[in-house]
């Protein structure tokens, strides 16, 4: 079977850049305190639910994986790069990490009790972004959750927006039009978190947080 290509790409470019991306947002990642409230938010509705471990997907270096395991949760990391997998299993040994792609889990359905994709939908094509989440959908246990965290942009009817990543090619959402799709796969939204962008903020773009819900019964 031929990989897509923005899988490939994707890949090598953050295998190239794996060492300099690590310097940039493990040091950011403690200063961006509502995308961490988001988390945690995240983090203690899984917990109250017991439904089971949670998936970092697009995981990078490991960082966030490791902050989810301190908000007492079981989670382990899965990323395209294996270059970060690398990094993120010598800087955290006592946390599981895979190489794998989020449009192919290597996990039986229903088995999470959540799912955090961090920023890491961005670089997939709009019209593939239906195979991943509806790979979050089959993995996810009823009553699971998801946090889909991403660049955003305010007009509820445009479609996504590319814009020039400093990895690869990226994609830019209206929160209204995500929330769409994800409604169209099954999951039903609980919340959601807008940050206004800013000279501070990623791309001084819009940041959104979606948490969605597996329905118990689907």
């Not at 593939?128 to 942009?153: D, I, K, M, N």
């Amino acid at each position: 079977m031929i990989e897509p290509l923005h899988l490939s790409t994707t890949r090598e470019s953050y295998d190239r850049l794996a060492g300099d991306y690590v310097e940039l947002v493990l040091p950011m990642f403690e200063n961006e305190h509502l995308d961490r409230a988001a988390i945690a938010a995240f983090a203690g509705l899984v917990r109250a639910g017991g439904a089971g471990e949670v998936a970092d997907l697009g995981c990078g270096p490991g960082h966030v994986t490791a902050h989810l395991h301190t908000l007492g949760l079981t989670a382990f990391g899965v990323d395209l790069s294996p270059e970060m997998i690398g990094l993120a299993r010598r800087a955290y040994p006592h946390l599981r990490f895979d190489v794998g792609s989020m449009t192919d889990l290597d996990l039986a359905d229903g088995v999470l009790g959540g799912v955090l994709a961090r920023y890491s939908i961005i670089h997939t094509p709009p019209d593939r972004l239906p195979e991943a989440l509806a790979e979050f959908y089959r993995v996810l246990a009823p009553g699971g959750l998801l946090l889909l965290s991403f660049q955003a942009h305010d007009e509820p009817s445009a479609p996504p927006e590319a814009f020039d990543h400093a990895v690869a090619t990226a994609y830019r959402w209206s929160p209204d039009r995500l929330a769409e799709l994800l409604r169209e796969t099954g999951l039903v939204e609980v919340a959601r978190l807008i940050l206004a962008g800013s000279e501070d903020a990623k791309r001084g773009f819009p940041q959104a947080h979606l948490l969605v819900r597996k329905p118990v019964e689907s």
